[in-house]
Structure formats: structure tokens, C-alpha cells
């Protein structure tokens, strides 16, 4: 993150999460019964992107959707994000052109840049998703 910080430009990072509750599992997430929890991490995303500092966005919630009843509360906060995003004139990023947690950033740049770490990889990897051209 502090690599991805540091070549965009920006003094600081704010996390902002999909899906705000601290889960006792990950098994637990996709039986759990919790709508209402989606809506508030709306609230905590937009407190992010409302911050007068807030001068990008770097996508990072993962790249597969969950399984059972969370598949469709998952979706339907990825595309409100998108269309918030894409109404506001801060820079949009993706890692390795998807929303790739940084956890996942190794194995894309073992991937793709065979040799290369993440912090000499990052200029190649960073880029702007398809729905920032939306505005």
C-alpha cells in the first residue's frame, strides 16, 4: 500500500471496507443474514471519499465474489461504488487492471513481471478500470 501511495502521489492512506463487521471466520460470511451491515459501509466509503485530502482511490476488495446469500449484497456494493466513483473527479486505480487485494499484489507481479518486485513492478501494474471513462 505505502509503495502504491508513494508513486501515486499521495501523503496518506485511508482504508475504507466493502463489507465493515469483523467476521469470526471466513466461512462465516456467506451464510450470515446481515443486509443492514452493507448500508453501513456505505456510510464509512463515502466518509473516505469526502475527506478534503482525498486525492485517489485504489480498488483492492478482491476479484471473486463471494458464494450463498452474500453473492448478490457483494455485487450490488461493487456497482454502488462504481457509480459513486464515477460521478466524483478523483483518480481511479485497480492493481494488474482488476480490484486485486494487496495481499493477492505478488502473485500478479509473479505473473506478469517474472523477476520483479511489487515496489520496481508498480508503474506497470496500476491502472485506471474501464468505468472511470463513465463520467
Known sequence: METARDFLGCESTTVANLY???????NAFPVLDDESIW?????GILDALDLDDAAAVLLGYGVSPPTGRQRKNYL?????VEDELATRDIPVWTFGGR???????????HRESPGETVESAIANHLRQPAFQARK
Open 20 to 26: 465493515p463487521a469483523t467476521l469470526p471466520n471466513t
Open 76 to 80: 450490488q456494493q461493487v456497482k454502488w
Open 99 to 109: 480490484p486485486a487485494h494487496p495481499s493477492r499484489w505478488h502473485r500478479i507481479v
Open 39 to 43: 448500508e453501513q459501509g456505505r456510510a
